[in-house]
T-cell receptor, first 113, second 116 residues
Framework: NAGVTQTPKFQVLKTGQSMTLQCAQD?????MYWYRQDPGMGLRLIYY???????DKGEVPNGYNVSRLNKREFSLRLESAAPSQTSVYFC????????????FGPGTRLTVL | GEDVEQSLFLSVREGDSSVINCTYT??????LYWYKQEPGAGLQLLTY?????DMKQDQRLTVLLNKKDKHLSLRIADTQTGDSAIYFC????????????????FGKGTKLSVKP
Protein backbone atom coordinates (compact mmCIF):
# COMPACT_ATOMS: atom_id res chain seq x y z
CA ASN A 1 0.00 0.00 0.00
CA ALA A 2 1.97 2.98 -1.32
CA GLY A 3 -0.62 5.65 -0.47
CA VAL A 4 -0.31 8.67 -2.77
CA THR A 5 2.54 8.68 -5.27
CA GLN A 6 3.70 11.51 -7.50
CA THR A 7 6.05 11.70 -10.45
CA PRO A 8 8.43 13.28 -11.13
CA LYS A 9 10.00 14.43 -7.87
CA PHE A 10 11.91 17.26 -9.50
CA GLN A 11 11.55 19.05 -12.82
CA VAL A 12 13.12 22.07 -14.48
CA LEU A 13 11.32 23.66 -17.43
CA LYS A 14 11.94 26.61 -19.68
CA THR A 15 9.26 29.24 -20.07
CA GLY A 16 6.67 28.08 -22.59
CA GLN A 17 7.35 24.37 -22.25
CA SER A 18 4.59 21.99 -21.28
CA MET A 19 4.54 19.07 -18.91
CA THR A 20 2.21 16.79 -16.98
CA LEU A 21 2.52 15.95 -13.31
CA GLN A 22 1.24 12.50 -12.45
CA CYS A 23 -0.50 11.40 -9.29
CA ALA A 24 -1.88 8.02 -8.28
CA GLN A 25 -3.46 6.65 -5.12
CA ASP A 26 -4.12 3.06 -4.12
CA UNK A 27 -6.52 3.72 -1.24
CA UNK A 28 -9.67 3.56 -3.35
CA UNK A 29 -10.43 7.17 -2.51
CA UNK A 30 -13.10 9.05 -4.39
CA UNK A 31 -11.66 12.56 -4.20
CA MET A 32 -8.32 13.83 -5.37
CA TYR A 33 -6.69 17.25 -5.18
CA TRP A 34 -3.82 19.30 -6.54
CA TYR A 35 -2.21 21.98 -4.37
CA ARG A 36 0.72 24.27 -4.83
CA GLN A 37 2.93 25.40 -1.97
CA ASP A 38 4.82 28.67 -2.14
CA PRO A 39 7.00 30.23 0.56
CA GLY A 40 4.92 32.27 2.98
CA MET A 41 1.69 31.30 1.21
CA GLY A 42 0.83 27.93 2.69
CA LEU A 43 -0.97 25.48 0.41
CA ARG A 44 -3.46 26.65 -2.17
CA LEU A 45 -5.90 24.43 -4.03
CA ILE A 46 -5.48 24.39 -7.82
CA TYR A 47 -8.07 21.81 -8.88
CA TYR A 48 -9.93 18.98 -7.30
CA UNK A 49 -11.94 15.99 -8.41
CA UNK A 50 -14.78 14.92 -6.15
CA UNK A 51 -15.24 11.66 -8.04
CA UNK A 52 -14.17 9.89 -11.18
CA UNK A 53 -15.21 11.89 -14.21
CA UNK A 54 -15.60 15.23 -12.45
CA UNK A 55 -13.18 18.09 -11.92
CA ASP A 56 -13.61 21.56 -10.46
CA LYS A 57 -11.50 24.67 -10.09
CA GLY A 58 -9.95 25.57 -6.80
CA GLU A 59 -8.44 28.84 -5.63
CA VAL A 60 -5.67 29.20 -8.25
CA PRO A 61 -6.60 27.28 -11.46
CA ASN A 62 -5.25 29.67 -14.10
CA GLY A 63 -2.51 28.17 -16.25
CA TYR A 64 -3.39 24.57 -15.35
CA ASN A 65 -5.56 21.77 -16.63
CA VAL A 66 -6.38 18.46 -15.00
CA SER A 67 -7.55 15.02 -16.00
CA ARG A 68 -9.14 12.42 -13.76
CA LEU A 69 -8.08 9.46 -15.84
CA ASN A 70 -9.74 6.88 -13.60
CA LYS A 71 -10.41 6.48 -9.91
CA ARG A 72 -6.71 6.03 -9.13
CA GLU A 73 -5.08 8.73 -11.23
CA PHE A 74 -5.31 12.51 -11.36
CA SER A 75 -2.90 14.45 -13.55
CA LEU A 76 -2.03 18.15 -13.64
CA ARG A 77 -0.90 19.73 -16.90
CA LEU A 78 0.93 22.96 -17.53
CA GLU A 79 0.40 23.84 -21.18
CA SER A 80 2.81 26.78 -21.32
CA ALA A 81 4.90 27.05 -18.19
CA ALA A 82 5.65 30.44 -16.66
CA PRO A 83 8.16 31.41 -13.95
CA SER A 84 5.22 32.20 -11.65
CA GLN A 85 4.45 28.47 -11.68
CA THR A 86 7.71 27.67 -9.94
CA SER A 87 6.47 25.91 -6.83
CA VAL A 88 6.12 22.63 -5.00
CA TYR A 89 3.07 20.71 -6.14
CA PHE A 90 1.24 18.29 -3.88
CA CYS A 91 -1.39 15.78 -4.80
CA UNK A 92 -3.81 14.51 -2.14
CA UNK A 93 -6.73 12.14 -1.89
CA UNK A 94 -9.59 11.57 0.50
CA UNK A 95 -12.25 8.96 0.96
CA UNK A 96 -15.14 11.43 1.10
CA UNK A 97 -16.27 9.78 4.28
CA UNK A 98 -17.24 11.52 7.54
CA UNK A 99 -13.76 12.81 8.22
CA UNK A 100 -12.66 13.73 4.70
CA UNK A 101 -9.10 13.37 5.89
CA UNK A 102 -6.71 14.10 3.08
CA UNK A 103 -3.56 12.11 2.51
CA PHE A 104 -0.71 13.76 0.67
CA GLY A 105 1.91 12.65 -1.77
CA PRO A 106 5.60 13.56 -1.37
CA GLY A 107 5.41 16.50 -3.77
CA THR A 108 6.96 17.59 -7.09
CA ARG A 109 9.42 20.47 -7.01
CA LEU A 110 9.05 22.42 -10.25
CA THR A 111 11.31 25.23 -11.40
CA VAL A 112 10.44 27.29 -14.48
CA LEU A 113 13.31 29.32 -15.88
CA GLY B 1 -14.49 34.69 4.11
CA GLU B 2 -12.47 31.68 5.05
CA ASP B 3 -9.07 32.25 6.60
CA VAL B 4 -6.72 30.36 8.89
CA GLU B 5 -4.01 32.24 10.77
CA GLN B 6 -0.89 30.90 12.44
CA SER B 7 2.26 32.43 13.81
CA LEU B 8 5.16 31.70 11.47
CA PHE B 9 7.90 30.63 13.88
CA LEU B 10 8.31 28.92 17.24
CA SER B 11 11.56 27.98 18.95
CA VAL B 12 11.77 25.71 22.00
CA ARG B 13 14.40 23.71 23.87
CA GLU B 14 14.47 19.95 23.73
CA GLY B 15 12.34 18.48 26.51
CA ASP B 16 10.11 21.53 26.82
CA SER B 17 6.48 21.63 25.69
CA SER B 18 5.60 23.34 22.41
CA VAL B 19 2.30 25.06 21.84
CA ILE B 20 1.34 25.99 18.29
CA ASN B 21 -1.69 28.21 17.91
CA CYS B 22 -4.17 28.71 15.12
CA THR B 23 -7.25 30.86 14.60
CA TYR B 24 -9.89 30.31 11.99
CA THR B 25 -12.78 32.41 10.80
CA UNK B 26 -15.42 29.95 9.65
CA UNK B 27 -17.48 29.11 12.73
CA UNK B 28 -19.25 26.36 10.86
CA UNK B 29 -16.13 24.28 10.31
CA UNK B 30 -16.66 20.60 10.91
CA UNK B 31 -13.19 19.15 11.20
CA LEU B 32 -9.93 20.87 12.08
CA TYR B 33 -6.60 19.28 11.30
CA TRP B 34 -2.94 19.45 12.16
CA TYR B 35 -0.44 18.40 9.52
CA LYS B 36 3.34 18.11 9.86
CA GLN B 37 5.78 18.75 7.05
CA GLU B 38 9.41 17.78 7.46
CA PRO B 39 12.03 19.40 5.20
CA GLY B 40 11.70 18.26 1.61
CA ALA B 41 8.76 15.99 2.38
CA GLY B 42 5.02 15.97 1.89
CA LEU B 43 2.38 16.64 4.51
CA GLN B 44 1.72 14.05 7.17
CA LEU B 45 -1.58 14.05 9.03
CA LEU B 46 -0.86 14.33 12.76
CA THR B 47 -4.30 14.52 14.24
CA TYR B 48 -7.72 16.03 13.78
CA UNK B 49 -10.57 17.13 16.00
CA UNK B 50 -14.27 17.31 15.34
CA UNK B 51 -15.84 20.67 16.02
CA UNK B 52 -18.07 19.36 18.82
CA UNK B 53 -15.04 18.33 20.88
CA ASP B 54 -12.98 20.50 23.24
CA MET B 55 -9.90 18.37 23.53
CA LYS B 56 -8.23 15.38 21.99
CA GLN B 57 -5.11 13.67 23.28
CA ASP B 58 -2.89 11.28 21.36
CA GLN B 59 0.33 10.28 23.13
CA ARG B 60 2.51 13.43 23.22
CA LEU B 61 -0.01 15.49 21.26
CA THR B 62 -2.89 17.43 22.78
CA VAL B 63 -5.33 19.40 20.66
CA LEU B 64 -7.47 22.06 22.31
CA LEU B 65 -10.41 23.68 20.55
CA ASN B 66 -12.08 26.87 21.78
CA LYS B 67 -15.01 27.15 19.44
CA LYS B 68 -16.25 30.41 20.93
CA ASP B 69 -12.94 32.13 20.17
CA LYS B 70 -12.31 30.05 17.02
CA HIS B 71 -8.95 29.06 18.42
CA LEU B 72 -7.16 25.77 17.94
CA SER B 73 -3.90 24.75 19.55
CA LEU B 74 -1.50 21.83 19.29
CA ARG B 75 0.62 21.01 22.32
CA ILE B 76 3.61 18.72 21.92
CA ALA B 77 4.90 17.41 25.24
CA ASP B 78 8.59 16.61 25.74
CA THR B 79 9.54 18.14 22.39
CA GLN B 80 12.34 16.34 20.57
CA THR B 81 14.68 17.45 17.80
CA GLY B 82 12.75 15.12 15.50
CA ASP B 83 9.71 17.31 16.01
CA SER B 84 11.41 20.13 14.10
CA ALA B 85 9.15 20.75 11.12
CA ILE B 86 6.46 23.04 9.76
CA TYR B 87 3.04 22.49 11.30
CA PHE B 88 -0.08 23.38 9.35
CA CYS B 89 -3.49 23.99 10.77
CA UNK B 90 -6.36 23.33 8.35
CA UNK B 91 -10.15 23.42 8.38
CA UNK B 92 -13.00 22.16 6.24
CA UNK B 93 -15.70 24.84 6.16
CA UNK B 94 -19.25 23.52 6.34
CA UNK B 95 -20.11 24.68 2.83
CA UNK B 96 -17.34 22.57 1.42
CA UNK B 97 -18.12 19.64 3.71
CA UNK B 98 -21.82 19.68 2.94
CA UNK B 99 -20.96 19.42 -0.71
CA UNK B 100 -18.59 16.59 0.15
CA UNK B 101 -15.80 18.37 -1.62
CA UNK B 102 -13.50 18.24 1.38
CA UNK B 103 -11.61 21.35 0.35
CA UNK B 104 -9.11 22.06 3.08
CA UNK B 105 -8.26 25.64 3.95
CA PHE B 106 -4.68 25.79 5.21
CA GLY B 107 -2.84 28.21 7.40
CA LYS B 108 0.59 29.32 6.24
CA GLY B 109 2.33 27.01 8.66
CA THR B 110 4.37 27.42 11.86
CA LYS B 111 8.03 26.47 11.66
CA LEU B 112 9.01 24.74 14.89
CA SER B 113 12.72 24.74 15.73
CA VAL B 114 13.88 22.54 18.58
CA LYS B 115 17.23 23.40 20.15
CA PRO B 116 19.24 20.68 21.93
Amino acid sequence: NAGVTQTPKFQVLKTGQSMTLQCAQDMNHNSMYWYRQDPGMGLRLIYYSASEGTTDKGEVPNGYNVSRLNKREFSLRLESAAPSQTSVYFCASSELGPTDTQYFGPGTRLTVL
Amino acid sequence: GEDVEQSLFLSVREGDSSVINCTYTDSSSTYLYWYKQEPGAGLQLLTYIFSNMDMKQDQRLTVLLNKKDKHLSLRIADTQTGDSAIYFCAEIPILNYGGSQGNLIFGKGTKLSVKP
